[in-house]
């Protein structure tokens, strides 16, 4: 995690917990020549565009106060939305049951990617059935092996 980051985690956790809301992320970014400082915040029933604005404008005061940043940024509160990225453990167990995406560093029985329903979390290991055609199947993927995992959204 950079130094700005980490700063603005510390910063918003007091707001986000006084609200009853969880820190999903934070992204300190360059997009062409803007940068971005993006917040993304949930709870169970999801967070509205009122609590999105209160969050920004407490945290925008005290970014304004120590001014970690020396530059000129855009900064962003908003929900993870559907699609929500699975970061910390407890993401993981609150995502048991749900369908999920999930990318490895490395290949697991030949691939990198796995979409399904994640069916166990033991904290080392991450179980999710995958739909191949008719057929269904259980691949254990390290958790440590995962690069990237989010809530997939499922049509069918």
């Not at 915040?41 to 005061?61: F, N």
């Not at 030949?110 to 991450?126: H, S």
Request: net charge negative.
């Amino acid at each position: 995690m950079s130094k700005v980051t980490e700063i603005v985690e510390q910063l918003a956790t007091p707001i986000v917990n006084e609200l009853g809301l969880e820190i999903v992320d934070i992204e300190y970014v360059k997009e062409g020549q803007n940068w971005f400082l993006r917040l993304y915040i949930d709870k169970d029933d999801g967070v509205d565009i009122e609590e999105c604005g209160i969050v920004s404008e407490r945290l925008s005061e005290k970014l304004d106060e120590i001014d970690p940043i020396p530059h000129n940024y855009y900064l962003e509160v908003s929900s993870p939305g559907a699609e929500r990225p699975l970061k910390k453990t407890s993401d993981f167990t609150k995502a048991i049951g749900k369908n999920v995406h999930v990318k490895t560093y490395e290949p697991i029985d030949g691939e990198k990617i796995f979409e399904g329903i994640l069916k166990e979390f033991d904290g080392d290991t991450v179980v999710v059935e995958i739909k191949i055609k008719t057929r269904k199947k259980i691949v254990s993927i390290p958790y440590d092996k995962i690069a990237l995992a989010r809530l997939a959204i499922s049509f069918s």
